[in-house]
C-alpha cells in the first residue's frame, strides 16, 4: 500500500494555533512518498514560518497570489490542476466560511475554487466558534459539494478551553487522505474483525492470556476501512488506538468476545478471525485473591467451545476468514482448521519465525483457501497482509482467485 507515493498533496494553512502541526504532516506525507506543495494564508504566516515549510515539503510555499514571481514560479491554477488532493488544515472558522461561500480573495480560496480534486478540511479552533451554528452551517455546506470534513479531536484547546476542537493527529489526517485516494473497492462490505488476547481470570488479580498485541487484525480494520467497507471491530484488551472511523466492541474473555461476535455476525457481509482467543479456561476462578502459600497448586481448565463452526453453519453468502497461529507443521495444520472450521480462507502464521505472529509489526503468512489454492509470502509489514486479505477476499467474491500454488520471493 502505497497509496500516496508520487501523489501531489496540497497543504492548506491558514491561520490558527494549530498552524505549527501543519510541519508534522508534511513530514508524515513526504515520509510517504508524496510531493507536497504548501499555500498559506497572510495571518497562518503569523503562527509558523513560510520558510520551516518550505524547508520540510522541499518546494516554494505559495503564499501570495499577486506576487510576479510566485505567481510564474507555482502558479494558483498550476498548484489547483497538480493537485491529487488538497486537505487544509488547520482550518479555520474564517476559511471554512469563505470556502463555503466561494470568496477567492487569497491563494488558499482560489486554489480551492479551481481544483477538480478530493478536498478535506481539518478545522481547529476554539471549543465554542466549532460550536456555532455559523461554523456548522458552512461544513454542512462544505460536506454537500463532497468536501470531507476531518473532525477535530477532544481535548485540552490552546485557547484554555476543554472541548472539541483540537485538530486532529497528522496521523489521523494522513489515513483520510489515503481513503479519498482509495478505489473504494470493499465499499459493499460489511466486515466484523476480531484482534488480540483474551484474559481468562484465576481470581480478582490474576488471568491466562497469549501474546497477541492486536496489531493483525487493527491493520485489517484500518485498511477495510480506507477502502470503503463498513467496520465493526470486536477488541481484546490492547494499548492500540481505536482506528479512525471504526466502531470498536471492547471485550475481556472469550466468552465476552465469542458472544460480541455471534452478535454481529448478522450484520456483516464477511468475518475475519484474527483475535487470538483463548481454548481453555480456570474451570473454578476464585472469588477472592487466592493466598500465597508454600504448596504447588493445581489449576483445573476447561475448553472453551470454538465459535468458528457455529458461525460458519449460519453463514449464508457471508465470507469467513480464519487465521492460524501454529508453532510447526503450519500448512497441514492450518488445511485442518480450514476444513473443520469451514472457512473461506485461513491465514496462517508459524509464530515462532522472527518477524512473524505475536506483537511484531510484520508477519509472514500462507493463504489457504478452501478451493485448495496456497500462496505462501515473505516477511510483510502487517499493513502490507491486511491488504493482501482483503484482495482475496475480493477474489473469492468474484470467483477469481489465483489457481495455482504460489510462493512469493
Ligand atoms: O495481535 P498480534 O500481536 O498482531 O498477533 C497476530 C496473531 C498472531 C494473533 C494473528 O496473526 C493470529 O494468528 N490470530 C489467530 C490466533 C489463534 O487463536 O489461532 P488458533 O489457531 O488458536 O485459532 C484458529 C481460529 O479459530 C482463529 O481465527 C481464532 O480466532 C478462532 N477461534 C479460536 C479459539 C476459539 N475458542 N474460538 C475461535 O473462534
Known amino acids: ?38 499555500m498559506m494564508t497572510r495571518n497562518a504566516a503569523e503562527f509558523i514560518t513560510p520558510l520551516t515549510l518550505q524547508t520540510l515539503s522541499a518546494h516554494p510555499v505559495a503564499t501570495n497570489t499577486f506576487d510576479l514571481t510566485q505567481e510564474s514560479e507555482i502558479g494558483h491554477i498550476r498548484l489547483a490542476d497538480r493537485a491529487d488532493a488538497i486537505v487544509i488544515a488547520p482550518a479555520t472558522a474564517d476559511i471554512i466560511a469563505r470556502a463555503a461561500v466561494g470568496i477567492a480573495d487569497d491563494i488558499v480560496t482560489t486554489v480551492l ?20 451554528p455559523t461554523v456548522a452551517e458552512n461544513l454542512a455546506r462544505l460536506r454537500s459539494r463532497n468536501v470531507v470534513v476531518i473532525e477535530p479531536d477532544e481535548g ?16 489521523a489526517i494522513v489515513e483520510e487522505l489515503e481513503r479519498m485516494l482509495s478505489l473504494r473497492d470493499l465499499a459493499d462490505e460489511r466486515i466484523l474483525v476480531t484482534a488480540g488476547p483474551t484474559r481468562e ?11 497477541s498485541s492486536g496489531k493483525m487484525g487493527y491493520a485489517i480494520a484500518r485498511a477495510a476501512w480506507r477502502r470503503g467497507a463498513a467496520i465493526r471491530l470486536v477488541s481484546g484488551p ?36 484474527a483475535a487470538a482467543v483463548a481454548d481453555f479456561r480456570p474451570a473454578r476462578p476464585a472469588d477472592q485473591k487466592i493466598k500465597k502459600n508454600a504448596r504447588a497448586m493445581t489449576l483445573e481448565l476447561q475448553p472453551i467451545a470454538d465459535e468458528l463452526p457455529r458461525l460458519s453453519a449460519k453463514k449464508g453468502a457471508r465470507l469467513i ?35 512473524a505472529g505475536f506483537g511484531s509489526d510484520t508477519n ?42 504460489s510462493r512469493s520471493a
Request: proline share 5%; net charge positive; aromatic share 4%.
Open 1 to 38: 500500500m502505497a497509496l500516496l507515493k508520487d501523489k501531489t498533496i496540497v497543504v492548506g494553512v491558514s491561520g490558527g494555533i494549530a498552524a505549527y502541526k501543519a510541519a508534522e504532516l508534511i513530514r508524515l506525507l513526504t515520509g510517504r512518498g508524496a510531493q507536497v506543495r504548501v
Open 113 to 132: 475554487l479551481a481544483a477538480r480534486c478530493p478536498i478535506a478540511f481539518a478545522p481547529a479552533m476554539n471549543v465554542h466558534m466549532y460550536a456555532h
Open 321 to 355: 476468514i480464519g487465521f492460524a497461529a501454529e508453532t510447526g507443521n503450519l500448512e497441514a495444520h492450518a488445511a485442518e482448521k480450514l476444513r473443520r472450521k469451514k472457512l473461506d480462507l485461513i491465514v496462517a502464521n508459524d509464530v515462532t519465525l522472527e518477524g
Open 238 to 273: 490492547s494499548v492500540l488506538k481505536a482506528p479512525r472511523g471504526v466502531e470498536r466492541i471492547e471485550t475481556v474473555s472469550a466468552a465476552e468476545m465469542l458472544a460480541a461476535t455471534a452478535e454481529n455476525f448478522p450484520w456483516c457481509s464477511t468475518l475475519v478471525m
Open 156 to 171: 485540552e484547546l490552546a485557547c484554555g478551553y476543554e472541548g472539541k476542537g483540537r485538530l486532529p493527529d497528522p496521523v
Open 201 to 211: 481470570a484465576i481470581d480478582p488479580v490474576r488471568y491466562i492470556s497469549n501474546h
Open 364 to 405: 509472514i503468512v500462507t493463504l489457504i483457501s478452501a478451493d485448495g489454492n496456497r500462496e505462501s509470502h515473505p516477511k510483510l509489514t502487517k499493513d502490507e497482509v491486511a491488504d493482501l486479505i482483503l484482495d482475496r477476499l475480493l477474489a473469492i467474491r468474484s470467483g477469481s482467485m489465483p489457481r495455482k500454488s
